[in-house]
């Protein structure tokens, strides 16, 4: 089969030809229709991301959708013919989706939503799952919250800001003056993070007392803005980003909480990888109601092209999520 594979950390990305893999006990062989790019793959591929603890030669890509073609012993939820999608390897020694088969993991797959095209449902799992499991795992957002997600026009905080709100959330999310319009289309009240300081926002916004949930999706400073735009006693902020040295004081003086969010533990441990599949069901119901929409790039790249779409990421140029359609 045809991929695209990474020989070395910092070379370039070779399409290549390799063996079709065979599904073993518990997987499933996805004939990989559209394969989602995220930031992290351009670091995995600058050799930027230790954490991933990838294994060379890799072939990169989280996130797939795609067709199960065949399923080893043992799986039961899965058929030939089924339409799925998932966040199934590119990290550590599982292969990724940029190629045309990939021997994954049952558990970590769902049934793609009917009403989601094979490059909308491959632009979702990453983000949703950092989403879900912040929000719903970690903060137990429910009806009645003041939410702010920042960064909300970004990948994660697009689908945190639509969960939040599914949910039962008032959400209110920052932003570039650039990326004010996308975020006042998803429903969100509008923070423009470069004219309003967060004191001021929180006063606007909450009558001084704070927001019950932040979610930082941007890290760095802005996490630190977080500390002090959570509600006193009861807030919660989470992080997908939490590196770096914080202090914590701003929070600990609010008698606030904190949880950091690192998503690809499931895959990189073998432990709670039930969990991601479930997820990726309430992300397939969400969006069969009609209360879930990726936004996806217009651009189209193929396994040829993937060079150019992970150097679009890497610009932040891209218009929403940056898709390779691996089936041409």
Partial sequence: MRAVVLEEFGAPLTLSEIAKPTPGPGQALVRIAASGVNPLDTKIRAGKADHTRSVLPAVLGLDLAGVVEEVGADVTGFAPGDEVFGMTGGVGDLQGSLAEYAAVDARLL????????????????LVFITAWEGLVDRARVHTGQKVLVHGGAGGIGHVAVQLAQARGAQVYATGSPRSLETIARLGAKVIDYTSTSAEAYVAEHTGG??????????GGETLDASFTAARTYTGHVVSALGWGTHSLAPLSFRGATYSGVFTLLPMLTGRGREHHGEIMRQAAALAEAGALAPRVDPRHFTLATVAVAHELVERGEADGKVVVDVAE
């Fill in 110 to 125: 769902a049934r793609k939503p009917p009403g989601l095209t094979m490059r909308q449902a491959a632009a979702l799992p």
């Fill in 209 to 218: 007392q704070g927001f019950d949930i932040v979610y930082d999706t941007v």
